[in-house]
């Protein structure tokens, strides 16, 4: 898997967490409420449905994007490895990934401009959260101080 498809499932995943989460943050239950209890079930179906339809549009270009990704995988692969040629396969792995990004971008503003505006404001506040980070999460945790 690539960088890319790990952070699209990523997202996806933070997305799906935040809305059905519903475990409280510890120490933060007053001042931050849970998004699951912030916005109504029409509004997350209409979420989740503009995300699912969106992924589905950028079919094609997730297609080009994992031949790609082959073909940067047999210039790993070549012996003797050819610097120039992984060079070139990984300038192509970023403009298929970008590909696979403006279509889907293109196909949620679509979805977007059709939602009511209060499920429009629901989709920005969850987006102006970012994930929500716990402390017990060791990937973002500061490293020990000597």
Do not use: C, W
Not at 35 to 41: E, H, S
Not at 50 to 73: C, F, G, I, K, P
Not at 80 to 101: T, Y
Not at 109 to 127: K, T
């Amino acid at each position: 898997m690539t960088i890319s498809l790990l952070f699209n499932l990523l997202l996806l995943g933070l997305v799906v967490g935040m809305l059905v989460r519903h475990i409280p943050d510890r120490g933060h239950r007053e001042e931050r409420p849970r998004l699951a209890q912030d916005i109504d079930t029409e509004t997350r179906r209409a979420m989740f449905g503009l995300m699912r339809e969106s992924y589905r549009e950028s079919r094609t270009e997730r297609d080009a994007r994992n031949a790609v990704r082959a073909q940067l995988a047999d210039a790993l692969k070549a012996d003797p490895f050819d610097a120039e040629a992984v060079r070139a396969a990984f300038a192509d792995l970023r403009a298929a990934e970008g590909s696979v990004h403006a279509a889907t971008h293109k196909a949620m503003i679509a979805r977007l401009e059709a939602l009511p505006p209060e499920q429009r404001r629901a989709m920005a506040d969850m987006l102006a959260r970012g994930p929500e980070r716990d402390r017990r999460n060791r990937r973002n945790s500061r490293p020990p101080k000597d």
